[in-house]
C-alpha cells in the first residue's frame, strides 16, 4: 500500500522578482494532508512569495510544486481551475484582498459565482459569513464600511467558499488585535478538523505559529538571526 | 480643545474650504447654462447666424444686440452660441473617439502584458514624439473643410494619453491582491477582467475623456483659427475670433472678447467639474473623506 501524498510539496523552488537575484532560492517544504505547518522568518526573505508559489499565483522560476501528488503544470490562469481552487488564500492585508467594489457578501460569493455556482452562492453565502463570525447586517456593506477584522473574516470566509484542500494563510492575523487573531484561528482550526485540510501558516510571530500549527519551519534558505532577549521596560 | 495643526485635516493641494465650496455649484451652473442655450436658442430664435445685413455692421453692444454685431452686420450673440454648439460638438464626440480609442489600446497592452505590452507602449512613444497640432493639421488637410475632418483629426491625435492612464491604471490593479484571491478562486480571465479590473478603469477613462473635451474644443477653435477647421462662413469660435482681429486694431472690441470668452468660460467650468471628479474617485482623496 503507498502511503497517501503530501496535500502541499514544494520541490527545489526558486523564485522572486528578477531572475538574476531571485527572492527564494532552492527551497522545499512539504505540508502532510490535515497537518498544520508554520513557515517562520523575518520580514523580507521571501515567505509571502513562497505562500504564492504555494497557491500557483506566482510563477516560480525552477523547482515544482505538487498538489495531492500532482504535479502543477501550469500558474495562475494557465493553472487547471481545479487545481488552483484546491488552495484557499488569506491575504495578510485584507484591505488590497478585497475588491473595494464588492459588498462583503458579494465578496464571500465571489468564488461560488466564479465557478459556476450561482445557486449555491445563495444559500452558502450566509452560512460561510456566520461560520467566520460576521452578523447578517454586515453583508450588505463594502469594504471602507467595516474594519479591518470584520474584513479578513470575509475574506477568511471567500477563502473557505471552495473548501480547499490546503488553506495558506500569509500573515492572515498580522494586521489583527489579540481577540480577532484568536476568533480567526479557531475559524481555521474548526474547518480544518471538519474537512481534514491541511494549513501553510506564514508569519513571523513564533510564538503564535508555535501554538497554533503541528510543526514550524524556519524560512528555508534563510540564516535566521539567534532569539533577542526580551527588551527591558526601559528600552 | 483644538485639534493640534498636524492632525487637521487639509484641503486637497491647499486650496481654502470657501473656494472648494464653489467650485462645483458655480461650475456645474455654467455647464448647465451652455448646454440650456446650446440646445435651446436654435430651436426657440428664429434668427439665422449667418443673415449678413450690411446696415447693422459694428454696432456696440445694446438692447437689441447685447453682444453688439461684427464686420457685417451678424449678431455675434447667436453667432456666439451657435460656434459653441459646434465646438461643443466636436469636442464630445472627438474626446469619445479618443477614449475608445486609447481605452482599447491601454487595456489591450495592460492585459495582455509582456512583449506585446512593450511594442504598443514603445509604438505610442513614436506617436506622441510628432506635435499633435501638426498631425490634426496633416489629417484636416487630407479632407475638405467641414466638422468630421476635425472630429476625426483631434479623436486620432488625442488617444495616447488616454492609452498610457489606462494601460498604467491595468498594470496597477493586476498586482493587487484582490485580482491574487478572484484568480484563486476559480475566476476566469474574462471574469477577473469584467468583474475586477474593468470596473477599476473606467472611472480614470471616463475622466480622462471629459477632460478631453476642453481640451479637443481649443483644437477645433485653433484648427478654425488657422483656417483649417470648419468653412469661414459658419459660425465657429475659432473662425469668429480669426474674422475679428482686423475689427480689433481699430478699437472695436465686441465681436473678439465674446467669442474668447464663450472659449474660455465653458472650458474652464468643464474642466473644474473634470477637477471634482477626480478628487472624488482618487483613492487617496476618498480615504480623507472616511477619517
Not at chain 1, 517544504?29 to 515567505?47: D, F, M, R, Y
Not at chain 1, 461560520?131 to 469594504?143: A, C, H, M
Not at chain 1, 477568511?156 to 480547499?164: G, H, I, S, V
Not at chain 2, 486650496?15 to 467650485?23: D, E, F, H, N, Q
Request: charged fraction near 20%.
Amino acid at each position: 500500500m503507498t502511503p497517501n501524498p503530501p496535500a502541499l510539496e514544494l520541490r527545489a523552488v526558486t523564485a522572486g522578482y528578477d531572475r538574476s537575484a531571485p527572492v527564494v532560492r532552492e527551497a522545499s517544504l512539504t505540508v502532510a494532508g490535515g497537518e498544520a505547518v508554520g513557515l517562520l522568518g523575518p520580514s523580507g526573505c521571501g515567505k509571502s512569495t513562497l505562500a504564492k508559489v504555494a497557491a500557483l499565483l506566482h510563477r516560480p522560476y525552477a523547482g515544482t510544486v505538487h498538489l495531492g501528488g500532482v504535479q502543477a503544470r501550469g500558474w495562475r490562469h494557465r493553472a487547471p481551475r481545479a487545481q488552483r481552487t484546491a488552495v484557499g488564500v488569506v491575504f495578510q492585508q485584507p484591505r488590497l484582498a478585497a475588491d473595494p467594489r464588492l459588498t462583503l457578501a458579494a465578496l464571500i460569493a465571489e468564488p461560488l459565482r466564479a465557478t459556476g455556482r450561482k445557486t449555491e452562492a445563495l444559500t452558502r453565502t450566509g452560512e460561510l459569513a456566520g461560520s467566520v463570525g460576521l452578523g447578517t447586517d454586515l453583508l450588505g456593506r463594502r469594504p471602507h464600511e467595516v474594519s479591518d477584522g470584520q474584513l479578513q473574516r470575509a475574506c477568511l470566509a471567500r477563502a473557505l467558499a471552495l473548501r480547499p484542500r490546503v488553506l495558506v494563510c500569509d500573515e492572515m492575523t498580522a494586521m489583527l488585535d489579540a481577540s480577532t487573531t484568536a476568533a480567526l484561528v479557531a475559524v481555521v482550526e474548526e474547518y480544518r478538523e471538519l474537512t481534514g485540510a491541511a494549513l501553510l501558516a506564514v508569519g513571523h510571530d513564533r510564538t503564535l505559529l508555535e501554538r497554533w500549527c503541528d510543526r514550524t519551519v524556519d524560512m528555508p534558505g534563510i540564516a535566521l538571526p539567534a532569539r533577542a532577549p526580551a527588551p527591558g521596560p526601559n528600552r | 480643545m483644538s485639534i493640534p495643526a498636524a492632525l487637521r485635516r487639509r484641503t486637497p493641494r491647499g486650496t481654502p474650504a470657501t473656494g472648494r465650496g464653489l467650485r462645483l455649484p458655480v461650475s456645474a451652473c455654467v455647464v448647465a447654462a451652455v448646454l440650456l442655450a446650446v440646445v435651446l436658442v436654435p430651436l426657440l430664435v428664429p434668427l439665422d447666424e449667418q443673415a449678413v445685413d450690411m446696415t447693422n455692421k459694428l454696432h456696440a453692444p445694446s438692447l437689441a444686440h447685447p453682444f453688439g454685431t461684427d464686420d457685417v452686420g451678424r449678431d455675434v450673440l447667436l453667432r456666439c452660441v451657435y460656434g459653441l454648439r459646434v465646438s461643443l460638438l466636436v469636442g464630445v464626440v472627438a474626446a469619445l473617439t479618443a477614449t475608445v480609442i486609447g481605452t482599447a489600446v491601454g487595456a489591450a497592452a495592460g492585459a495582455v502584458g509582456g512583449r506585446t505590452d512593450r511594442m504598443v507602449m514603445r509604438a505610442v512613444d513614436v506617436f506622441s514624439s510628432v506635435p499633435h497640432l501638426l498631425l490634426g493639421i496633416f489629417i484636416v488637410a487630407m479632407f475638405r473643410p467641414g466638422v468630421w475632418p476635425v472630429v476625426i483629426s483631434v479623436g486620432l491625435t488625442h488617444w495616447l494619453s488616454t492609452a498610457r492612464i489606462v494601460r498604467a491604471e491595468l498594470l496597477s490593479l493586476r498586482s493587487r491582491d484582490f485580482v491574487d484571491a478572484a484568480v484563486s478562486g476559480g475566476a476566469s480571465r474574462w471574469r477577473v477582467g469584467v468583474r475586477h479590473l474593468l470596473p477599476g478603469v473606467l472611472p480614470q477613462a471616463g475622466l480622462a475623456a471629459v477632460l478631453m473635451v476642453p481640451h479637443a474644443i481649443w483644437h477645433e477653435s485653433a484648427l478654425s483659427f488657422l483656417g483649417l477647421g470648419l468653412p469661414t462662413h459658419r459660425a465657429s469660435l475659432g473662425n469668429m475670433i480669426q474674422d475679428a482681429r482686423g475689427t480689433l486694431l481699430a478699437g472695436d472690441w465686441w465681436p473678439t472678447l465674446f467669442p474668447g470668452l464663450f472659449l474660455i468660460v465653458p472650458t474652464l467650468a468643464i474642466a473644474s467639474l473634470a477637477g471634482v471628479w477626480r478628487e472624488r474617485i482618487n483613492p487617496r482623496r476618498r480615504s480623507e473623506l472616511m477619517l
